[in-house]
């Protein structure tokens, strides 16, 4: 691993060397079940026999060709079925390697629209405190989760943060049954706080991925939202980069709420991870509007729209069509949601929560005031390496709680996850947050300790 740069320079990492399933296998051919598809990407499972064939015959046909003067039949494909998904004839789709490539191409696309009006004022983008939409530094400058942006701050446009719809914790210090939905009218105080002559967008994950894994709006936020978007000229991007796709039993986690954005961001699921793929899907009204005004799009990756990742997106599509595995995320969504929520009999466990599978487990270090433990403690790390040791993956989490501290997991297993394995996911999960309990020093527990 010398030459190898990884991710953290602390972590032991697990060399895998094949996958079939639900299951990784390391070097010894240990199986680890994938309780988290990675960080919710692989939705058909792996080594899915049709996908690869046609990664065969795609290649074989043509791999590659560049966007400045050539297309292929599977991008002009894949272009229609999305734009039928989001249900607007008219809707037109750019493609990218992933999701940050992909939200920050919106973010330019939300520029660029407002400029072709004459409005070149509106250029900033609200998201939410609670929030991951990329690592790139557009990505970056939208995203609310402090441990991915502290160092970089400096390089970071200052866009504005309005408060998330995170019940659990909610910003309003209102319980479910007293909600007055403060946080959807922290929204339109925002875009009128900055001005809405200086507002491009509102960007939001339907369904919360890295940052809060799993928490989502409650009844009519959606709702509140796009009016607000609606009434002072704002597009509203939905970054369902982990939530698109399937993973929460419905295509778009938007349809929960009935609400048709303006732009929909696609990655993880919709390639299954066989290859690197994203897609920006554009309404009509945006994508009429910019040809109308001879807009020339100043924007593109070398990759975007390569010819396999897009025969990749096909079969996919074809395969959760066919094995009708949305509903199926939605069936063993509910059954692993049941399932997890028994972890509440472990004192740290604070809360269960999340659609379809695209699920989060929470961690504090009192119930009753929702404390969390002091960060350096690594809980959720902790956890995580547990549960490799019980041959389990899941995708740990820090800041949810105040930016710093919280720690959570993400469990998102594939969609072919049957009831079995559901139980062996959480079996395995409970026996790790047990050993990480009786390991912590006892006064993690104790509220005189919070660093
Ligand atoms: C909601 C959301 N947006 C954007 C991204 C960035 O995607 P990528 O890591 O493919 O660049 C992620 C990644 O986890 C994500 O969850």
Same mark, same amino acid.
């Given at each position: 691993?010398?030459?190898?740069f ?6 032991d ?5 094949r ?6 296998y ?7 079940l994938?309780g ?21 015959a795609?290649?074989?046909a043509v791999?590659?060709t ?5 297309v292929?039949?599977?991008?002009l494909?894949?272009?229609e ?9 008219r809707?037109?789709?750019?493609f ?9 191409t ?5 520029r ?7 409005l ?7 998201s ?8 790139t ?43 007055a939905?403060?946080?959807a009218?922290d ?5 009128l ?6 507002v491009?967008?509102?960007i939001v994950?339907?369904?919360?991925g ?5 928490v ?9 939202l796009?009016a607000?978007?609606r009434?002072?000229d704002?597009?509203?991007i ?19 709420w009935g ?11 919709l ?5 690197p793929?994203a ?11 910019l ?7 100043a924007?593109g ?10 025969a990749?997106? *096909?079969?996919v =599509? %074809?395969? &959760?069509? $066919? ?9 063993? @969504?509910?059954? !692993? *949601?049941?399932? =997890? %929520?028994? &972890?509440? $009999? ?9 659609l @379809?599978?695209? !699920?989060?487990?929470?961690f504090?270090?009192?119930? $009753? ?16 390496v547990a ?12 800041g ?9 997991l ?7 996850i049957?009831?079995?394995q559901?139980?062996?996911l ?6 790790a947050?047990r ?15 919070d660093?």
């Open positions: 691993m010398k030459n190898f990884p991710r953290s320079f602390g972590t990492y697990t060399i895998i060397r996958a079939e399933g639900v299951y990784l390391d070097e010894q051919d240990r199986p680890i994938d988290s598809s990675g960080a919710a990407v692989v939705s058909l499972g792996h080594g899915h026999p049709r996908v690869i064939e046609r990664i065969r795609q290649a074989s791999a590659f560049h966007s400045f003067a050539f292929t039949r599977p991008v494909e894949l272009s079925r999305l734009a039928a998904r989001y249900g607007d004839p809707a037109r789709v750019l990218a390697s992933g999701g940050s490539e992909a939200t920050e919106a973010l330019k696309l939300a660029i629209w407002h400029l072709a009006r004459g070149p004022g509106k250029h900033r983008v609200v939410r405190a609670t929030s991951y939409h990329g690592a530094l557009g990505a970056l400058a939208m995203t609310g989760l402090l441990p991915r942006r502290r160092d970089f701050e400096p390089l970071l446009q200052p866009f504005p943060r309005a408060a998330t719809p995170y019940c659990y914790r909610c910003p309003f210090g209102r319980e479910p049954n007293d909600c939905l403060e946080c009218a929204v339109e105080r925002t875009i706080e900055q001005g809405s002559q200086n491009a967008a509102v994950e339907p369904v919360i890295a940052s809060a894994p799993g989502h709006a409650p009844h009519d936020y959606m709702q509140r796009a607000s978007c009434e002072h704002v597009l509203l939905a970054d369902e980069v982990m939530s698109g796709a399937g993973r929460t039993g419905r295509f778009f986690a938007m349809e929960h609400v048709q954005p303006d732009m929909v961001v696609l990655s993880k699921s390639s299954s991870g066989y290859a793929l897609a920006v899907i554009v309404s009509g009204r945006i994508a009429d509007g040809q109308q005004a001879g807009v020339r799009f924007h990756f070398t990759y975007g729209g390569n010819p396999l990742s897009a990749v997106g *096909l079969e =599509l %074809d395969v &959760l069509e $066919e094995e009708k595995l949305i509903d199926r995320a939605e069936a063993m @969504g509910k059954r !692993l *949601l049941l399932a =997890l %929520d028994t &972890l509440r $009999e472990i004192p740290m466990v604070g809360d269960v929560r999340g @379809g599978l695209l !699920l989060g487990v929470e504090v270090a009192d119930r $009753e005031s929702r404390r969390p433990f002091p960060p350096v403690l690594g809980v959720a790390e902790r956890v995580r549960a490799l040791a019980e041959g389990l993956s899941v995708y740990p989490g820090t949810a709680a105040n930016g710093v501290a919280g720690d959570h993400l469990i998102a297993p594939p969609f072919v049957d009831e079995s559901v139980n062996e959480v079996d395995r999960l409970r026996r947050i050993r990480v309990e009786r390991e912590l020093p006892s006064d993690a527990f104790s509220p005189s300790r660093s």
